[in-house]
């Protein structure tokens, strides 16, 4: 069983992604860490993120071990994640590792932007999760005050909507809901209510196919 999880940064996708794979005991890929490797790489390097030819060949090169990098989880991070995931080529390059993920006889979880559109079109579940603007960068101030990192709700609210708007504009694979996958938005529901929900939607989804 593979099930694709999208949607927008801070939504609780990759929570929800994660306590499922949990539930089902199944492999797990948090896709948006691969984009945050080849940003923290092409900062640690000097390389310009916008660049795309360099940026695909950090893609290609990239070793998996940086995934285990806690500081991929930062906000700076994700900002670069961003930047470069614009770039066809970096999409590219990793298109196939995605694929491969996805493909185990198992199946997986696969939480992004595009698991529902581009790297799994054929997922069994396709869930996209989302919150308003403003509940995220709620939630995404509340989290880093409580690490110690004094941060502005609205300096937060602001990035959160330019993040949207690049991941949702880019030509690459951008930020959209598969046509055939269940809405799940979490602005007004606690984590659990949310993973209830979502496994009430694979529920159903396997009954179906059953």
Do not use: W
Not at 169 to 196: M, N, Q, V, W, Y
Request: hydrophobic share 45%; charged share 30%; with cysteine.
């Amino acid at each position: 069983m593979i099930i694709a999880i999208d949607g927008p940064a801070a939504a609780g996708k990759g929570t929800i992604a994660e306590r499922l794979a949990a539930h089902y005991r199944l492999p797990y890929l948090d896709t948006g860490l691969l984009y945050r490797a080849i940003g923290k790489v092409m900062a640690e390097q000097g390389l310009d993120p916008d660049d795309a030819v360099g940026a695909g060949r950090v893609a290609a090169a990239l070793d998996l071990t940086h995934l285990a990098d806690p500081q991929l989880r930062g906000r700076e991070a994700g900002e670069l994640a961003s930047r470069v995931a614009v770039h066809k080529p970096v999409r590219d390059a990793l298109l196939k590792f995605q694929r491969d993920f996805a493909a185990q006889p198992e199946g997986a979880v696969l939480d992004g932007r595009d698991i529902g559109t581009t790297i799994c079109p054929q997922a069994d579940v396709k869930i996209f999760v989302t919150a308003s603007p403003e509940v995220r960068a709620r939630r995404r101030t509340d989290e880093l005050n409580a690490k110690g990192r004094a941060v502005d709700y609205e300096r937060i609210l602001v990035e959160i909507r330019e993040r949207d708007a690049r991941d949702s504009g880019r030509t690459a694979a951008p930020l959209r809901k598969a046509a055939d996958a269940h809405l799940l938005d979490t602005s007004d529901k606690a984590i659990e209510t949310a993973f209830r929900a979502a496994v009430d939607i694979v529920e159903r989804a396997r009954a179906e196919r059953a």
